[in-house]
């Protein structure tokens, strides 16, 4: 006789499977299990949703508080998000956000018109030198002066939206409408931090889960030498886990944060969804689900699903989406070149210079100047013998290389490592760095190892299979190695 969804197996009665039993996180989100976790379930905000209330424009800023508001009641803050918002929130990098993008686009258009008339000046100098030449070119500097006269009108512009944009009040808590509105949404939402003992036993599983690279987090410590800045994701999802096992129930986690230790099909915006092992560790708690959205997903489905397409501009969501492909494709950049090996141009200050204490003055240069033209002035400034823009800017990437600063649009700022070079000067950070990141650097040292000779390295080098270095890239490599003490057999 055929048992139906029940067969004998050994002696013990065992249930049928079905095709997702065990295989939960493969399903689909539907749009019905978005509206039950936005009206019944807890919905958790990550640090980069607070932080870029400051960074929409005024009309999207508006928009995005109108639809938190909207689903209040389900909104929840873990400890670790509002100790890294206050840790953001008022650094210059934030708060003069919108300044600085008027002010690239501002600079690109003056540069504009100032190459403009160097080539004129250039084309009537060499081509037109007879009398002939005012009559000729008198009409191309008026048109010129007419598109002057456009461009500062198009600046004007840009500097007026800029101050609309920019959150008024921002350098005082007392005054500003966006702690004013987060204040009210997030009051009794925001979670209790960890006792001492508790936390430093997180930092410690974050870092063991790291070594294991099991999500979420591990990214970051590939790139932060300090465990507590490293375990930052690690802990808002402990403790998104803490609260969503108090109160039993299904879990929204919004965040802008893209990398491979939070979702599946980072590649594509439309398919992401949350890594298999974060869904099935928040399903191993009492069979809790676990859901994720990009903000403008959210802005999306909440002005959907909770009738507010009227107070909710359309166009808002547009924007909000291009904010996040600017910042994931940043950040897939940042990702891609931690795994990079990179080349060095040469060092200011000639051979004989000391190759620490350079790198150690042009950290300073970028801790002092983190606008990236601006830095490039004052190294000029500081190493008058480099008089080109682009020669500088090129010397200057060599902090980049040695993964001592990370240029972020229009910026150029420290990483951890460079803050730590900056404060100690350690000659053996700078050796250790320049070993993992600089192409030909661990080739060059297995060479002298297996008994190659100083002279033979550069040709070996320009000969060697898996590199791509020419012979004057192979010495140059060999100079940087020789004056940080690397050539020693």
């Given at each position: 006789m055929m048992c139906h969804q029940m067969c004998e197996e050994g002696g013990h009665m065992a249930q049928a499977r079905g095709l997702f039993d065990g295989f939960e996180a493969q399903r689909t989100p539907t749009e019905d299990n978005y509206r039950a976790v936005l009206r019944n379930g807890l919905v958790v905000l990550d640090t980069n949703v607070l932080l870029d209330l400051y960074r929409m424009n005024t009309r999207v800023r508006e928009d995005m508080l109108t639809v938190l508001k909207s689903i209040a009641p389900r909104i929840w803050v873990p400890h670790q998000v509002q100790l890294e918002f206050w840790s953001v929130r008022q650094s210059e990098d934030l708060i003069s956000h919108h300044d600085e993008k008027a002010s690239t686009a501002k600079n690109t258009l003056r540069q504009a018109i100032s190459r403009s008339r160097n080539a004129l000046n250039e084309w009537v100098s060499n081509v037109h030198l007879g009398g002939e030449a005012l009559d000729i070119a008198d009409p191309m500097y008026k048109k010129l002066e007419q598109a002057e006269r456009l461009f500062e009108s198009i600046v004007q512009m840009l500097e007026s939206q800029a101050a609309k944009d920019k959150v008024p009040g921002i350098r005082n808590t007392n005054k500003d409408p966006v702690i004013q509105?987060?204040?009210?949404l997030l009051r009794g939402r925001i979670g209790a931090p960890y006792s001492s003992q508790r936390y430093d036993e997180e930092v410690s599983r974050a870092k063991e889960r790291a070594d294991q690279r099991i999500p979420p987090g591990y990214k970051d410590f590939e790139k932060k030498d300090d465990d507590k800045r490293a375990a930052g994701d690690y802990l808002v999802w402990r403790q998104l886990l803490d609260e969503a096992l108090?109160?039993?129930?299904?879990?929204?986690f919004v965040t802008r944060d893209i990398k491979e230790d939070w979702w599946r099909n980072i590649a594509i915006k439309n398919a992401r969804l949350p890594r298999i092992e974060l869904v099935d560790e928040l399903r191993s708690f009492g069979g809790l689900q676990l859901f994720m959205l990009e903000p403008s997903m959210l802005m999306q489905k909440v002005s959907s699903m909770f009738g507010l397409e009227k107070k909710v501009d359309r166009n808002s969501v547009a924007a909000l989406r291009h904010l996040e492909s600017e910042e994931a494709d940043g950040q897939q950049r940042h990702l891609a070149g931690a795994e990079a090996r990179y080349r060095l141009a040469q060092v200011p200050g000639g051979r004989t210079a000391d190759y620490v204490e350079t790198v150690w003055l042009m950290a300073n240069l970028v801790e002092e100047n983190p606008r990236l033209d601006s830095c490039i002035g004052r190294f000029m400034e500081s190493f008058p013998s480099v008089t080109l823009i682009p020669e500088a800017r090129r010397r200057l990437m060599n902090l980049a290389a040695l993964g001592l600063a990370?240029?972020?649009g229009e910026r150029i700022l420290l990483t951890d490592f460079g803050h730590r070079f900056l404060e100690s000067r350690?000659?053996?950070?700078?050796?250790?760095l320049f070993m993992e990141r600089i192409e030909g650097a661990y080739e060059a040292r297995r060479m002298l190892r297996n008994g190659a000779d100083v002279t033979e390295l550069k040709?070996?080098?320009?000969?060697?299979?898996?590199l791509e270095l020419s012979t004057t890239q192979s010495e140059l490599l060999l100079r940087w190695m020789d004056r940080l003490g690397l050539l020693v057999k």
């Open positions: 509105a987060l204040e009210q108090l109160r039993k129930v299904d879990v929204l990370e240029v972020q350690d000659s053996k950070l700078l050796s250790r040709y070996l080098l320009a000969e060697h299979p898996e």
